[in-house]
């Protein structure tokens, strides 16, 4: 059998840890930008996580020139066209990016508009349509979640079509993240657990997916590792900085994996009940991810065996003959979904969401089919299977 081929890529800056905020300044200077545009929403600005990055920014010698802070949970093409106007409007030279999902991925799109001008960023739909590098553009996540910081993609809804667009370059990548265990502090309880969900479901996507390979492979499981060991401590006591550190540093980590390979199966459902029944995107990845696992199980078991290690330590790795590894590994993740559950009320069920319909789950399946993620999962997927997946997932 030939060597498989592979592509691995991940060139964003990491700057991690103890006043890694204060870092940002001479990062813009040695690319020759000093007039940045913040990029927030208003529950970061009302967390007061807006104040140590303007205040890092104002010492460094680089504040804020203006700010765009009308970012709503589910970024569109107009508020990024939006985003742009006030970028050019204040001369602006660089983008930092304070936020989760929808902040940063606003941010990439108007960062696309700055440098390739025009308001229709239609145009750059798709994969590899970007052929330059755009302007300099940093970010700082204030969630332990979606790893945007350091992925080539970003998701922005068409209000008029109601679809959500996906774009994917190498030059959509920040020039630097900047995890700073100050900005996921106050994150509530729920918010937390369902970010780390998704976190944790990049890494397991990316550990089992068809383009997985050793280097993401081995970011997979540190991420995991971090995220399942963290996210206990972080809501024992949420005020700890190290354990929020360890749990957005492995949300980033799981970001360098998925980046690489891809998520599957529970992506390609979870954006459906997301684009239809508005359901947070950590909360469908939660309650879906086991049932995804059972479903590849046949063509994973390996490898979902091994996961056992990062999931519940070398101890307990040992004491399960490797045949039941697998379903041991299954059993671990759904101990902390019913643990999150118990704890912050994160549903683990879709009828426990009160937010879908029995009957809308054949049109989320026929959706799903059409989903980009799909074509990584290990097991080919047609109609009846997400569909059987959806249902077990129902109660
Ligand atoms: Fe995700």
């Keep these: 059998m030939s060597v498989p081929y592979f592509e691995f890529f991940a060139p964003v800056k990491i700057l991690a840890g103890n006043r890694a905020l204060e870092h940002i300044s001479y990062e813009l200077s040695s690319l020759s930008a000093s007039r940045p545009?913040?990029?927030?929403?208003p529950g970061v600005r009302k967390a007061g996580l807006v104040e140590p990055v303007a205040r890092a920014l104002s010492e460094g010698g680089t504040p804020f020139v203006a700010t765009f802070e009308d970012v709503p949970a589910d970024s569109s093409t107009k508020v990024v066209a939006a985003c742009a106007r006030v970028y050019r409007d204040n001369r602006c030279d660089a983008?930092?990016?304070?936020g989760g999902g929808s902040v940063i991925d606003t941010s990439k799109g108007a960062n696309i508009l700055v440098s390739e001008g025009g308001d229709d960023v239609h145009r750059y739909l798709g994969a590899g349509a970007l052929k330059r590098a755009l302007r300099p553009f940093f970010v700082i996540p204030t969630t332990a979640g979606t790893g945007s910081e350091v992925t080539i993609a970003a998701v922005i809804a068409d209000p008029d079509r109601g679809v959500k667009l996906a774009f994917t370059s190498p030059y959509l990548l920040p020039h630097a993240a900047i995890v700073d265990p100050r900005m996921t502090l106050?994150?509530?309880p729920f918010l937390t657990a369902a970010t780390a969900m998704d976190a944790l479901t990049h890494a397991t996507e990316a550990y089992i997916g068809l383009a997985k390979n050793p280097i993401s492979d081995a970011y997979a499981t540190t991420a995991i590792a971090k995220i399942v060991q963290a996210l206990p401590r972080v809501l024992a006591r949420p005020l700890d900085e190290e354990a929020r550190f360890d749990l957005a540093l492995g949300a980033t980590i799981a970001g360098v994996a998925f980046s690489s390979s891809m998520t599957s199966l529970v992506h390609a459902l979870g954006h459906q009940l997301g684009?239809?029944?508005h359901l947070h995107h950590?909360?469908?990845m939660g309650l879906l991810l086991p049932y995804a696992l059972e479903y590849n199980l046949a063509a994973r078991s390996v490898e979902i065996g091994e996961l056992l290690l990062p999931l519940e330590g070398p101890e307990a790795y040992a004491r399960v003959m490797s045949g039941d590894r697998p379903r041991a590994a299954i059993a671990s993740?759904?101990?902390?979904?019913?643990?999150l559950h118990a704890k912050v009320g994160l549903p683990r069920t879709l009828s426990e969401t009160g937010k879908v319909q029995r009957d809308q789950l054949p049109r989320l399946a026929k959706m799903a089919l059409d989903d980009g993620a799909l074509a990584f999962n290990p097991v080919a997927v047609g109609h009846a299977d997400a569909l059987s997946v959806l249902e077990r997932a129902w109660a």
Aim: with cysteine; net charge positive.
């Design 186 to 188: 106050t994150l509530p």
């Design 282 to 284: 950590g909360v469908c």
């Design 275 to 277: 684009a239809v029944c």
């Design 37 to 41: 545009l913040l990029v927030t929403d």
């Design 333 to 339: 993740i759904r101990k902390l979904r019913d643990m």
């Design 95 to 98: 983008i930092v990016a304070v």
